[in-house]
């Protein structure tokens, strides 16, 4: 997934990062996960619910709490941004 991701002619949308988050957690590849989710911001991409759930899961899965405490804590900043997160938080 992530060589298919890097090699794309254009720009990747939305749901496509969620496709290589979702591969990415099923693997247990908690850093890359996380990479990706970075990585969006350079294609002026924000995560949505499901990227982030998947990030969490997939440091979950690998006992990383601490990258997740420190996603939960930013996450305010980032619903702030993004109106459906912060709908679907309620």
């Known amino acids: 997934a992530l060589w298919l991701f890097a090699t794309m002619a254009r720009a990747p949308d939305v749901q496509c990062c969620n496709a290589v988050v979702g591969a990415l957690t099923g693997a247990t590849q908690w ?3 996380l990479e990706t989710l970075r990585a969006m ?3 002026q991409l ?7 759930n998947a990030c969490i899961d997939a440091c979950e899965r690998s006992d ?3 990258e997740v405490l420190l996603l939960l ?6 619903m702030a941004l993004d109106p459906a997160l912060k ?4």
């Open 31 to 33: 850093a890359r996960a």
């Open 41 to 43: 911001g350079s294609y």
């Open 46 to 52: 924000r995560g949505n619910a499901i990227t982030f």
């Open 64 to 66: 990383r709490w601490w």
């Open 73 to 78: 804590a930013n996450l305010d900043k980032l």
């Open 87 to 90: 709908a679907g938080s309620r």
